[in-house]
């Protein structure tokens, strides 16, 4: 609910006076390749995906990536990329690997692109049992991994190891996808940075290792940009491999290149204007909104705690922005706009619903609904 500052407006009004918005603009096409088609924004889409790149820690000279309609439509093409590349090393349809708590979109994913689902297990805080993972890959070892981690699942904001995931996917033909649709926007500016690292030293020899393959971010959740639009970053070494497959599924001789994107047709607008979350007082603004939110999201788990104990308030992790509890009272999930859920809490099942603490969540928002909940309603 926060709105984007005066500036970002002022940029749209300068995109509107040089045209952008005010014919048809398009998209079609791989932003990092020459198009034959003038009015499109990929000057702008490039330059936002190698800064969001570096973010990640993805090496300045293997980035590749688009901005997208949204965190399934990044999930999307993350999952076809992976499925893409898997059989065309193996010549084996993958499995696709993820948890219930994962979301569900990821589930409709799953059916689209026809891919078997092997569900694995959760730890107590909602997060991947990467022994459970072994153990199903190892039963399932005729086929190629597509592992999707969820750094920040939808009820709980549980993150999934990335590094755990890795070390059981030594040897093995894998590709894993991060969702990073929520905590992708914030982590980066924290001190958690570095759990979204795309490369890492080996402790050993200190060469750079590859801990993912592709990420999606959403676009209009922490950054608050006015759209739904999404992130989609991979190496590009990866790209090019996916993009000497993608090139045999069709033929694109129409718009002289092979895209490498699902959809023909795309948005300029919205690169355009994303752009402007890419600079560099952007990004110190992000990480003052990440360092409030995490403060408050903290602050409210101990009011709650203190006052409210017999809700169960839980915060599963550091790097969350979420808590979730106990189902209160009708009036306060209407008042508050929660999101209930049934989960087992305290070894019951029992209702429950969270509060998602976003940048526009200060403390006078979060005191008011904390005297909410001490309000004897119904
Ligand atoms: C973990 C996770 N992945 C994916 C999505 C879907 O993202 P979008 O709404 O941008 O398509 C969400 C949205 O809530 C999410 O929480």
């Not at 730890?123 to 920040?152: C, F, K, W």
């Not at 992708?184 to 958690?192: C, E, K």
């Not at 709650?304 to 009272?329: A, C, D, E, W």
Request: proline residues 5%; hydrophobic residues 40%.
């Amino acid at each position: 609910m926060t709105t984007p500052p005066e500036e970002f407006f002022a940029w749209r009004q300068e995109l509107f006076a040089v045209g952008l918005d005010q014919f048809s603009f398009n998209n079609v096409g791989n932003p990092y390749h020459h198009s034959h088609i003038p009015f499109n924004s990929h000057l702008f889409e490039k330059e936002l995906i190698n800064r969001f790149g570096t973010v990640y820690g993805f090496s300045s000279d293997n980035i590749w990536g688009f901005l997208t309609n949204s965190g399934t439509d990044s999930n999307m093409h993350g999952l076809y990329m992976g499925r893409t590349l898997l059989k065309s090393q193996t010549g084996v349809m993958p499995k696709i690997y993820f948890t219930q708590e994962a979301h569900y979109s990821i589930q409709i994913l799953r059916d689209l692109l026809n891919l078997e689902w092997v569900v694995v297990a959760t730890h107590q805080d909602g997060s991947m049992d990467t022994d459970d993972l072994e153990r199903q890959m190892d039963a399932n070892s005729n086929y190629p991994a597509l592992v999707v981690a969820t750094i920040g699942t939808t009820f709980k904001g549980a993150v999934d190891s990335i590094d755990g995931i890795q070390a059981k996917l030594k040897n093995r033909a894998s590709y894993l996808h991060l969702d990073a649709a929520l905590f992708g926007g914030y982590l980066p500016h924290t001190s958690f940075a570095s759990d979204l690292w795309h490369e890492i030293p080996d402790q050993g020899t200190g060469k750079k290792v590859k801990r993912y393959d592709s990420i999606a971010v959403s676009c209009h959740k922490f950054f608050g940009f006015p759209s739904p639009a999404g992130l989609f970053i991979t190496p590009r070494t990866n790209f090019e491999a996916f993009h000497a497959q993608f090139g045999q599924v069709h033929e694109s001789e129409y718009i002289l290149q092979v895209p490498g994107t699902i959809t023909c047709s795309r948005d300029a607008v919205k690169p355009a204007e994303f752009y402007f979350f890419s600079s560099a007082s952007s990004f110190t603004k992000q990480a003052a909104d990440a360092r409030a939110m995490l403060d408050n999201a903290a602050y409210l788990l101990k009011e709650m705690v203190t006052h409210y104990g017999h809700l169960h308030p839980v915060r599963v992790n550091p790097q969350s922005n979420i808590i979730y509890f106990r189902k209160p009272s009708d009036a306060v999930v209407n008042r508050y706009n929660l999101a209930t859920m049934g989960l087992t809490i305290d070894g019951q099942q029992a209702p429950c619903a969270h509060v998602v603490v976003m940048p526009h969540a200060s403390k006078g928002i979060l005191d008011r609904f904390l005297t909410d909940l001490g309000k004897n309603e119904v």
